[in-house]
Nanobody, 125 residues
Framework: QVQLVESGGGLVQAGGSLRLSCAASGRTFSRYGMGWFRQAPGKEREFVAGISWNGYYTKYVDSVKGRFTISKDNLKDTVILQMNSLKPEDTAVYYC??????????????????WGKGTLVIVSS
């Protein structure tokens, strides 16, 4: 059974940092992309960042470029999202997802094969 387990969410002041982690288990995820989405209250779930299976390629939504960094530990099938210079508008539930890299680049929720349950990030002003 495939499981994606997120951790690292919490409450932080604007300008602060958080590090989210997602551990995948249940199958081998080589050749898949891993990524992060977020859903703020009253809004649709949106793509945040993705990384290819080998870690060579990354993609970010424009609003987080220069502030967030995604990385991957292939030995542990773990993806990390380092979030710096956080803003109140980054407040959301953050979800880990797995998909083919092609679908991860497209960034649509329908293209994801697996989802985690999410971790809440609150950025206070």
């Amino acid at each position: 059974q495939v499981q994606l387990v997120e951790s690292g969410g919490g409450l932080v002041q604007a300008g602060g940092s958080l590090r989210l982690s997602c551990a995948a288990s249940g199958r081998t995820f080589s050749r898949y992309g891993m990524g992060w989405f977020r859903q703020a209250p009253g809004k649709e779930r949106e793509f945040v960042a993705g990384i290819s299976w080998n870690g060579y390629y990354t993609k970010y939504v424009d609003s987080v470029k220069g502030r967030f960094t995604i990385s991957k530990d292939n030995l542990k099938d773990t993806v990390i999202l380092q979030m710096n210079s956080l803003k109140p508008e980054d407040t959301a539930v953050y979800y880990c997802a797995v998909a083919t890299w092609a679908n991860m680049v497209l960034g649509g929720t329908d293209g994801m094969d697996y989802w985690g349950k999410g971790t809440l990030v609150i950025v206070s002003s």
